[in-house]
């Protein structure tokens, strides 16, 4: 079962506009909440985080709500640029001691046209 | 840097035929990772080990094993390839006992079995 719903799986925003991509989840048990960035060709890479305790944090441009009661948390990238262009991933993860595995949502892939 | 390498960015095998995927990392990190990517399903793990010579299944272990030997290098393998395991392979590392885990990723091995 999929224990990370991502949506939409893909999205054309404006250059300059809002970039919102979300994501549910139903293990209660995930403490940490990651955003991985992929560009064509590469590997996924970190980009932002989040934990449970608090309901936003902001990095630049790039920023996660996070809302525990509705188990929801989403990505809002401000002044989208092409070079936002990429697919995203959100995943979440238990703690376990320092042996947490990363369960990823299904993926975004984010075009930002001129 | 944090650098993980793996062995082949493309591979074309016959249907039936052993496949090695071969993984090494350079920062001495304790966790391995072997994911398969899949458009519309993301990124989904097949096994993952803590430490040397020690495995473990992840969501969709069917028909792949692996094999740590050394802390560095872990090692997929697909005992008979089959058609279905066309796929973009991805390799990853974390560092143990650091939270938040941050898994850092090859930059995948696209396989197709024909």
């Known amino acids: 079962q999929q224990q990370v719903k991502q949506s939409p799986q893909s999205l054309i925003v404006q250059k300059g506009g809002i970039s919102i991509i979300n994501c549910a989840y139903e293990n209660t048990a995930f403490d940490y909440f990651p955003w991985y960035q992929q560009f064509p060709g590469k590997g996924p890479a970190l980009l932002i985080a989040?934990?449970?305790?608090?309901s936003e944090k902001k990095e630049g441009r790039f920023t996660i709500s996070f809302n525990k009661s509705a188990k929801q948390f989403s990505l809002h990238i401000m002044d989208s640029q092409p070079g936002d262009s990429a697919t995203y991933f959100c995943a979440a993860s238990e703690s376990n001691f320092g042996n947490e595995k990363l369960t990823f949502g299904t993926g975004t892939r984010l075009t930002i046209i001129p | 840097d944090v650098k993980v390498t793996q062995s082949s960015r493309y591979l074309v095998k016959r249907t039936g035929e052993k496949v090695f995927l071969e993984c090494v990392q350079d920062m001495d990190h304790e966790n391995m990772f072997w994911y398969r990517q899949d458009p519309g399903l993301g990124l989904r793990l097949i096994y993952f080990s803590y430490d040397v010579k020690m495995k473990e299944k992840g969501d969709i272990p069917e028909g792949y094993s692996v094999s740590r030997e050394k802390k560095e290098r872990f090692s997929l393998i697909l005992e008979s390839a089959s058609t279905n395991q066309t796929s973009m392979y991805l390799c990853?590392?974390?560092?143990?006992?650091?939270?938040?885990?941050?898994?850092?990723f090859g930059q995948g091995t696209r396989l197709t079995v024909v």
């Open positions: 990853a590392s974390s560092r143990q006992r650091i939270a938040p885990v941050e898994a850092f």
């Open positions: 989040i934990r449970p305790d608090v």
